[in-house]
């Protein structure tokens, strides 16, 4: 089955700085590769995704960028500030045969921390 | 707000008792998942429903039974767990075929 490996576990950076978090995964039918951002006490929230026909997309200060071929995707938060701090999980996924949906394969997850 | 609704939010209880976790989406999909998150692990898939009919059982022991009269609620019983089932517990509902779920608050399971 598919595994994925997030690094870094913790990242710190000061306000205004940039933040990349970084996904590998192993099973190359993968091709939805979303990213969920996790607050205290909160559910995962969808922030950005990307499928295998594209290689990048940016939705304001968050980007993701993937390279099928090296079997790696990441997340790039731009002039971060306060509130992003949280939990962000990468995840993989492939479509089910016949239709039937897809499986979420999660990487254990990053803690970012942004310092005022 | 992503439209699904998890009830309670906290639960503690004894390793003998019988308790159970409620799920309700808004959001008109016909998918509905249950994951576990323990600290320090990935997020583990447990169950998957696909209107109304259970299409996955990620080797969850029997302790745990899922329930879903309609596309729209998901329930998860609880019986004679053990202190390792301690977990946030999430639902998640999405369309079939479609890729992007959405989480509910999850419910914080303390078994004693």
């Known amino acids: 089955g598919e595994n994925v490996e997030q690094h870094p576990s913790t990242l710190s950076v000061q306000e205004g700085d940039s933040a990349v978090i970084k996904c590998t995964y192993s099973d190359s039918a993968s091709n939805y590769f979303p990213w969920y951002k996790q607050e205290l006490g909160k559910g995962p929230q969808l922030i950005i995704d990307i499928r295998s026909n594209v290689g990048e997309k940016k939705d304001q200060r968050i980007a993701v960028t993937l390279n099928k071929t090296a079997k790696h995707f990441s997340l790039h938060i731009t002039e971060t500030q306060p509130e992003d701090s949280a939990v962000y999980f990468c995840a993989a996924s492939g479509a089910g045969s016949g239709g039937s949906n897809y499986k979420l394969t999660f990487g254990k997850g990053t803690l970012l921390t942004v310092n005022p | 707000e992503t439209g699904v609704t998890q009830t309670p939010r906290h639960l503690v209880m004894g390793m003998t008792n019988k308790k159970s976790l409620k799920c309700e989406q808004h959001l008109g999909h016909n998918a509905m998942y249950w994951y576990k998150q323990s600290a320090k692990k990935p997020l583990e898939l447990m169950f998957v429903?696909?209107?109304?009919?259970?299409?996955e059982n990620n080797s969850v022991p029997s302790r745990f039974s899922p329930e879903c009269p309609n596309s729209s609620h998901l329930f998860l019983h609880l019986h004679t767990l053990q202190p390792e089932d301690s977990a946030l517990y999430l639902c998640a509902s999405s369309q079939v075929s479609h890729t992007e779920a959405f989480f509910g608050q999850g419910t914080r399971l303390t078994v004693v």
């Open positions: 429903y696909n209107f109304k009919e259970q299409t």
